[in-house]
C-alpha cells in the first residue's frame, strides 16, 4: 500500500470536516478499503476512521427500522427484529462474504462497496471506473460475471452488495452528513448508473458520510427471501440474485417487492415485474414466468452472460413463490 | 508386521500443528533481516525497453531494488530437466517478457509494507507485442511433442488403430476440455537466506531440500558442503512446491550481496504465476467397442498450451494405454506455446485429466449399449499390463469397483436418466476410475539415534507437505523396534540430515517407510551384536536368530531380556547412531525372503481405485451439489489408516474443484491472469463437500518394496472429476465434457 | 505512530507505520507466527484471530485500530499447557494435514461454537465457509467442531 495518514476524528463535524478533503478516504470495517488499496483500484492519502463514532445501534420501534451505519454486518443479521419483519435482509447478510468479514464489516461500507470486476480490480486493464478515459476491457472481454441491466458503453461492472439487493427492495433510505448538512436519499436512486461517468457510482458527495439506514414495513417481510445463486455453495458473490417479498390477499398477490442483483450495474428494483404480479394467482406459472421476464426486456447481453436473462427469470419467479409461502 | 502399522495412528505433528508452534518457512525473524517483494510484469509479451528504479529505490526503507540490469548472474542458464528445473526461462537476467506476471524486479526494504509500496513505483518502459493467451489464440501453432516430461516418448500406439475402428460397432468419438488450474497450497511460497561466510542457510516452503540444494549449488556454483536447505513443515504443495523456481536463487543471491538475511514471499497473486500450474488443455478421444462392450479400439490425443520455451505438457493419455484391455490404441500429444509460464505438475498430474475424458466416454458407451457402467469397465479389465503382456505385481480394481459400488449403494441407482429426485432436486449417479503409477523409488538415508533412556529419534532429510510423512516414519520405526510410536521422535526437513527424496509422485511414504524399516532391523542388529558380545547381558552369548525387539527391549525367544537403553549403557554409551542407506533395488532384493511370484523388475506396479458420486443438480437453476462420495482404494500397503483415509478425500476435493468450481481466467487480450487471487479463483470451501466415505482394499505386493508401500497422494485426484460429471448425466441427460460444469450448461 | 496493544493478555508498545496489518505485527513484530498469510486479501481465512471476542480476519485489519481492543491468537488457546477441547479434537479427528490454514480454522472453530453457529452439519459446514483448506481436511475440521460441542455441552452440564 503506498503510505497515507491516518486520522481519528472525534465527531461526526470533524469527521465530515476530514473527509471531504481531496484523496480523503472514510475507514470504517475497513475490508473493502484496505484491500483496493493494496491492489491500487483504490487511492487515498488520509484515512479517516470513522470506526469510534456514535453510529452504531439498531432501532425498531414497531413500524420503522433504523440502522447505525457502523453496525456490522453481523450484527444486523442477528436482530431479532430483523429476522422477524425484514428476513430477506438478514438473509441476504448471511448469504454475504464470511463470518469473519460480517463481523468487521460495516452496514454503511457495505452499501458503498466497490465492484468485484477484475478490470477494475487489477491495475493496467482499461478501466473508466479506476482510471477514467481509458476505456472498458470487459465489454470486449470475460464478461460472464457483467451486468446485463443498466450498463453503458462506458463501464458494464455488476454492483455487488447483497444487502443493498435487500435494502431497494424494501424502499431503504439512506440517511447522509456531510458538508451541505444532513440530507436523505431513497437507497434506490442514491445508486447511479455508469453511463458515461462510471466513476460516480452513488450520489454521495465530497465529504458526505452516511450516518444510518432507515427502513419502512415491508408488506410480507416476514416471509421475505433472498435467493442468492451461485457455483461454489458459499463465501462467493452471486451470479444472480434476487430479494423477494410477497404480501397476499389469500390466493392472490397484493403486493410484491422484487430486487435483483447479479446482474446489474447497481441494485436493480423490478417494478415491471412488481406491478405484473398484482392481483396474479401465486400458483399461476404462466403469469409469474412472464412477469419475470419482463424485468429483462431490456437486458443487452454481452458475450459471455447472455445466460443471466433466463436464470434470472427462473430465479424471480422462484424467490417469488418461495416469498409467497408456496414451493 | 505388528498390528502398529495400518492402524490409524494421530499425526504425531498435530499437537504442535494446532498450537500454532510448528514453524514454517516463512514464520522466520532474523537479526538484521530485511524483507524482499517481487514486482510483475503487466505485459505478456515484449521487451522492457527502459526500467527506472530511481524513485522506487529512494522510497522509504528501501534497501536496494534488483532489475534484470543489476541482479547477479547465475552461474549458468538454466536447462528443464524435470522436475527438478521446471524451465528453461530464468526472468531477472535479460530484458525478455514471456508471460504476465513475470517478475521483473525484485525489491528489498525493512518492512515488508515498505517493500510493496516501493515495488509499485518501480517504472517500466514495455515494447509490447500481441500475445497468445489461450489455446484457441495459439492452436496454429501447435506442434507434436517428442518427449512427456523430457525423458518418456510422448506418443504411443499399438496394433492397428484403422483396423481396430473398423471392428468398432459403437463409437464414441468426442472432445474433452480442461481450463488451467492452479495449485494455491494455502502456504505462500517463501525464501529466506541467511549468509555466514561462505555458507548460506536456506528456509524454503519446497517438496524437495535436496533438489533445492542441488539446483542452488548447480546454478550458482556453491559447494554442497556451503548450503544447507531447511524445510521443516511445509504448508501445501500438491506440485507448486515440486520444482526449483528461481525466486529461491535470486533470494540467496540478494542476501549475499546485501550481506544481511534477506526474506522474500510470493504474494498470492503471484503465486499464479511463479509457481507453475497444470495447462490449459484439449483432448480428442475416439473410442469403439463390439456390441458386448469390449473395446476394440482407442485413440487419444491430446493438445496443451505450454510457454513459449518449454515443452511441458502432463501425460494425459498414459492412463488410456494400460487401464483397459484393448488391443488397437493410439496415443499422443501436440503442445501449443503461449504467452504463459512454463505448466508443471499439479496433484493427479496426467490421470486426472486423462481419466476425466476416457472414464466419461466409457460411460458414454456404457449407454449406447445398455449397459451397466461398472460392467463395462469389468468386460474391459486389463488382467495384464496390455503394453507388454507382463503381469501386475498386484492389482486389485475390481475389488475397488464392487465396494465402492456397495458404499454408495449404486443398486438404488434407477439406471434412467433423469428418473430420481431428492427434495425436489434432481439425482444423478456416476463413476469413474482412478489409477497412478508406482514410481520408481530414490535412494534414501535414514539415521536412528537410540538414548539410554530408551527414546529414539529418527533423522532423515526429507519432508512433511501434509501427507504424514513424520508420523509414517515414526510408526514404523516403532514397529520395527517395538516400542511406543510415543518413544519415537522424527526429524525432517533439513539437508543437514540423511539424504531423503522429495516428496512428489507419492513417493515419501513408500521411500521412507521403506529406509526406516532397514534402519530399524539395523539397530536391532547392532544391539544384537553389543548384547551377545557382553557378559553382564543376560543375552550373553546367544543365538542371534533366537531374538527379537519387543516392548522395548531385545528378547530371547526363551524369554531372557535385555533392555535397549541398558544394552547400550553397560557399554558406556550414552547413544547409539544407526545410518541406513536404502537403495530401491536392493531393497525389493531385501524383501527375498517372501517367495516372489514375478522376477524383479518384470511386472508393473499400479495403485488403482474407483470413485462414486451422487451428485444433486437444480432442476431450475443447474446448480451441482455433491451429495455424497465414496471411493475404494487398492494401493498396497496402507502405512497408516487416519491419514492416508485423508489424504484420500483431499485428493476428492481437488477433483471436486475440477469438477465444478475451478478455472483460470485469462484475458484475451492481454493474455494477463485475471483471477490470480482466492478471491476469484475459487477452490472448494466447507460448504462444498459432503462426508466422503473411504475404504482401503489392502494388497500385499512383496515386488515393490519391502514393507510394499505404493503411496497415495496422487491417486484420488483421478476418477473425481468423470463420477461427478457421469452423474450429472444421469440426472440430467445433458453430457459436459467441458470443465469446470457452469449453471448454464445445464439449464 | 505510538499504539498500546493488547494480546493474549499481554501488553505491548509499539511504534507502528499506519499501513502495517495487525497480522504483520504479530508475525513480524511480535514473534507470534502461529497466525498465518495465507492470501493477504481477505480470501482464505488463515490469519483468523480473535478481535473482543469475535473472530476476525487480521490482514484486513490496520494494527494501529487495535488499540483499547483484547487480540487472541492461536497462541493464546491452549492455557498452561492444556489444549482446548477443539484443539484435542483436530488431532484425534485429524483435522489438518499441512496445517497451515490450521491456526485459522481453530479461530473460527472456537468462535462458531461460541456463536452457536455448530447446531448441524450443514450449519457448520455454511458458517466455515470463510476458511479454506487445500489439503481438503474439511471432513475432519467438522467432525472436531461436532466433537469439541459435545464435550463442551456435557462438560457444562
Same mark, same amino acid.
Given at each position: 500500500m503506498q503510505p497515507f495518514e491516518l486520522v481519528t476524528p472525534v465527531g461526526i463535524t470533524e469527521a465530515v470536516e476530514l473527509g471531504r478533503a481531496v484523496d480523503a478516504v472514510y475507514l470504517a470495517g475497513g475490508t473493502n478499503v484496505v484491500d483496493f488499496l493494496r491492489t491500487g483500484a483504490m487511492r487515498a492519502s488520509?484515512?479517516? +476512521?470513522? +470506526? !469510534?463514532?456514535?453510529? !452504531?445501534g439498531i432501532d425498531f420501534d414497531g413500524q420503522r427500522l433504523r440502522i447505525g451505519a457502523l453496525t456490522r454486518m453481523s450484527e444486523l443479521a442477528a436482530e431479532p427484529a430483523v429476522r422477524d419483519r425484514y428476513k430477506f435482509i438478514a438473509e441476504s447478510l448471511e448469504l454475504s462474504a464470511s463470518a469473519q468479514l460480517r463481523n468487521m464489516a460495516s452496514i454503511g461500507g457495505n452499501l458503498l462497496q466497490r465492484t468485484r470486476c477484475l478490470y477494475f480490480r487489477e491495475r493496467n486493464f482499461k478501466c473508466n471506473k479506476r482510471t477514467p478515459g481509458s476505456g472498458c476491457a470487459a465489454r470486449d472481454g470475460e464478461n460472464r460475471r457483467h451486468a446485463i441491466l443498466g450498463g453503458s458503453e462506458a463501464c458494464v461492472a455488476t454492483h455487488a452488495s447483497d444487502l443493498a439487493v435487500a435494502l431497494v427492495a424494501a424502499d431503504a433510505e439512506v440517511h447522509l452528513h456531510g458538508p451541505s448538512g444532513e440530507w436523505t436519499s431513497l437507497l434506490e436512486t442514491f445508486y447511479l448508473e455508469p453511463e458515461s461517468t462510471p466513476e460516480i457510482e452513488t450520489r454521495i458527495g465530497r465529504g458526505d458520510l452516511i450516518v444510518a439506514v432507515s427502513v419502512p414495513p415491508v408488506p410480507g417481510g416476514e416471509r421475505s427471501v433472498y435467493l442468492k445463486l451461485r457455483? !461454489?455453495?458459499?463465501?462467493e458473490f452471486a451470479l444472480v440474485s434476487v430479494a423477494a417479498s410477497v404480501d397476499l390477499d389469500g390466493a392472490l398477490i397484493r403486493e410484491a417487492r422484487i430486487a435483483l442483483g447479479g446482474v446489474a450495474t447497481r441494485p436493480w428494483r423490478a417494478r415491471e415485474t412488481e406491478a405484473r404480479l398484482q392481483g396474479v394467482a401465486l400458483d399461476d406459472s404462466g403469469v409469474l414466468r412472464e412477469a419475470a421476464a419482463s424485468a429483462f426486456v431490456d437486458a443487452r447481453p454481452l458475450r459471455d452472460n447472455g445466460f443471466k436473462v433466463e436464470l434470472g427469470t427462473r430465479a424471480i419467479v422462484a424467490a417469488v413463490r418461495q416469498a409467497g409461502g408456496g414451493a | 508386521m505388528t498390528d502398529l502399522v495400518g492402524d490409524p495412528r494421530n499425526r504425531i505433528d498435530a499437537p504442535t500443528k494446532v498450537t500454532g508452534d510448528a514453524r514454517y518457512s516463512a514464520d522466520i525473524a532474523l537479526e538484521g533481516m530485511a524483507h524482499a517483494v517481487f514486482a510483475v510484469s503487466t505485459i505478456a509479451a515484449g521487451r522492457i525497453e527502459r526500467v527506472d528504479v530511481t524513485e522506487a529505490e529512494q522510497s522509504a526503507g528501501v534497501v536496494a531494488v534488483f532489475t534484470h540490469e543489476t541482479m547477479p548472474r547465475l552461474a549458468r542458464p538454466p536447462a528443464f530437466e524435470f522436475p527438478n528445473i521446471g524451465t528453461n526461462f530464468a526472468f531477472l537476467q535479460d530484458d525478455r517478457i514471456l508471460y504476465a506476471g513475470q517478475p521483473v524486479a525484485m525489491i528489498v526494504a525493512e518492512t515488508c509494507e515498505q517493500a510493496a509500496a516501493a515495488a509499485d513505483r518501480v517504472q517500466i518502459d514495455y515494447a509490447a507485442e500481441a500475445p497468445l493467451a489461450t489455446l484457441a489464440d495459439a492452436e496454429t501453432g501447435a506442434r507434436d511433442l517428442q518427449l512427456l516430461y523430457g525423458v518418456l516418448p510422448a506418443a504411443y500406439a499399438r496394433g492397428d488403430i484403422d483396423e481396430g475402428l473398423r471392428q468398432a460397432e459403437v463409437r464414441v468419438s468426442e472432445r474433452y476440455s480442461f481450463p488451467a488450474h492452479r495449485h494455491h497450497p494455502i502456504e505462500l511460497s517463501s525464501t529466506t537466506a541467511v549468509w555466514d561466510g561462505s555458507q548460506v542457510t536456506v528456509y524454503e516452503t519446497t517438496q524437495g531440500i535436496s533438489m533445492i540444494q542441488f539446483n542452488l549449488c548447480n546454478l550458482l556454483d556453491l559447494d554442497p558442503e556451503n548450503v544447507r536447505v531447511v524445510s521443516? @513443515?511445509?504448508?501445501?504443495? @500438491?506440485?507448486?512446491?515440486?520444482t526449483f523456481w528461481f525466486h529461491t536463487a535470486f533470494t540467496v543471491l540478494v542476501a549475499r550481496e546485501l550481506a544481511r538475511p534477506v526474506k522474500l514471499v510470493i504474494t498470492r497473486d503471484q503465486m499464479t504465476t511463479t509457481t507453475g500450474y497444470r495447462e490449459e488443455q484439449r483432448q480428442e478421444l475416439t473410442v469403439g467397442a463390439t456390441r458386448d462392450g469390449k473395446l476394440t479400439a482407442i485413440r487419444h490425443h491430446k493438445l496443451g498450451a505450454t510457454s513459449m520455451v518449454d515443452d511441458f505438457t502432463e501425460g494425459s493419455c498414459t492412463a488410456t494405454t494400460l487401464l483397459y484391455a484393448c488391443d488397437n490404441l493410439d496415443t499422443g500429444y501436440r503442445i501449443a506455446p503461449t504467452n504463459a509460464m512454463m505448466p508443471n505438475f499439479m496433484r493427479g498430474v496426467g490421470q486426472s485429466s486423462g481419466l476425466f475424458a476416457l472414464e466419461s466416454a466409457l460411460d458414454e458407451l456404457a449407454l449406447q449399449l445398455g449397459l451397466d457402467p461398472i460392467e463395462i469397465r469389468l468386460r474391459n479389465?486389463?488382467?495384464?499390463?496390455?503394453?507388454?503382456?507382463a503381469p501386475w505385481t498386484s492389482k486389485s480394481l475390481k475389488e475397488c469397483y464392487a465396494r465402492g459400488a456397495e458404499m454408495i449403494g449404486w443398486h438404488e441407482r434407477g439406471p434412467a436418466i433423469g428418473s430420481m429426485r431428492e427434495d425436489g432436486w434432481l439425482i444423478g449417479y456416476g463413476m469413474g476410475t482412478a489409477l497412478h503409477p508406482v514410481p520408481p523409488r530414490e535412494r534414501t538415508e535414514v539415521r536412528l539415534r537410540l538414548h539410554t533412556s530408551g527414546f529414539v529419534r529418527v533423522e532423515c532429510g526429507g519432508q512433511d507437505i501434509g501427507t504424514g510423512t513424520y508420523t509414517v516414519a515414526a510408526l514404523v520405526v516403532a514397529d520395527v523396534l517395538g516400542?511406543?510410536?510415543?518413544a519415537v521422535d522424527v526429524e525432517l526437513g533439513d539437508t543437514d540430515l540423511p539424504r531423503t527424496g522429495n516428496s512428489v509422485g507419492a513417493t515419501s511414504a513408500a521411500s521412507i517407510s521403506s529406509a526406516a524399516h532397514v534402519a530399524g532391523m539395523g539397530l536391532i542388529d547392532r544391539l544384537s551384536a553389543l548384547a551377545i558380545a557382553d557378559p553382564r547381558s543376560p543375552l550373553h552369548e546367544a543365538e542371534p536368530e533366537l531374538l527379537s525387539a519387543s516392548g522395548g527391549r531385545l528378547v530371547h525367544r526363551d524369554g531372557r531380556a535385555d533392555p535397549f537403553g541398558e544394552i547400550i549403557r553397560r557399554r558406556q554409551l550414552m547413544t547409539l547412531d544407526v545410518m541406513s542407506e536404502w537403495d530401491p533395488a536392493s531393497g525389493v532384493a531385501a524383501a527375498a525372503r517372501v517367495a516372489r511370484r514375478i522376477p524383479v523388475g518384470q511386472g508393473s506396479s499400479f495403485s488403482y481405485g474407483a470413485w462414486f458420486a451422487v451428485v444433486a443438480v437444480h432442476p431450475d437453476f443447474g446448480l451441482v451439489r455433491v451429495r455424497r462420495l465414496a471411493g475404494a482404494f487398492a494401493a498396497g500397503r496402507i502405512l497408516n489408516e487416519k491419514t492416508a483415509a485423508s489424504q484420500m478425500r483431499g485428493g476428492a476435493i481437488m477433483g471436486i474443484g475440477q469438477a465444478l468450481i475451478e478455472a483460470t481466467s485469462t484475458d484475451r487480450q492481454t493474455a494477463r491472469i485475471l483471477n490470480p487471487g482466492l478471491n476469484e479463483y475459487l477452490v472448494p470451501a466447507h460448504a462444498d463437500v459432503p462426508l466422503i466415505d473411504v475404504a482401503f482394499i489392502e494388497e500385499l505386493d512383496e515386488n515393490i518394496n519391502v514393507l510394499g508401500v505404493k503411496g497415495i497422494g496422487e491417486l484420488p485426484v483421478s476418477g473425481v472429476a468423470p463420477a461427478i460429471a457421469n452423474a450429472v448425466h444421469h440426472a440430467t441427460g445433458r453430457r459436459i465434457r467441458d470443465l469446470p460444469i457452469r449453471p448454464e450448461m445445464l439449464l | 505512530m505510538n499504539a498500546r496493544l493488547t494480546v493474549n493478555g499481554r501488553g505491548y508498545t509499539l511504534v507502528l507505520d499506519p499501513r502495517e496489518s495487525l497480522l504483520d505485527v504479530l508475525r513480524e513484530r511480535l514473534d507470534l507466527s502461529g497466525t498465518k498469510k495465507g492470501c493477504d486479501q481477505g480470501a482464505c481465512g488463515a490469519c483468523t484471530v480473535h478481535i473482543d471476542g469475535r473472530r476476525v480476519l487480521s490482514c484486513l485489519t490496520l494494527a494501529a485500530r487495535c488499540e483499547g481492543k483484547q487480540v487472541t491468537t492461536i497462541e493464546g488457546i491452549a492455557r498452561d499447557g492444556v489444549l482446548h477441547p477443539l484443539q484435542r479434537a483436530m488431532v484425534e479427528h485429524d483435522g489438518l494435514q499441512c496445517g497451515f490454514c490450521t491456526p485459522g480454522q481453530i479461530m473460527a472453530g472456537i468462535a462458531l461454537l461460541e456463536e452457536g453457529h455448530a447446531t448441524t452439519r450443514e450449519e457448520i459446514r455454511e458458517w466455515m465457509s470463510g476458511n479454506l483448506c487445500r489439503c481438503g481436511a474439511y471432513n475432519g475440521i467438522v467432525e472436531a467442531i461436532e466433537r469439541a460441542r459435545d464435550e463442551m455441552r456435557d462438560a457444562a452440564v
Open positions: 488520509t484515512l479517516v +476512521d470513522i +470506526d !469510534r463514532l456514535p453510529l !452504531r457455483e !461454489r455453495a458459499s463465501y | 521443516r @513443515f511445509v504448508g501445501g504443495a @500438491f506440485g507448486a512446491k515440486g479389465h486389463a488382467d495384464v499390463d496390455p503394453r507388454s503382456g516400542i511406543p510410536i510415543e | -
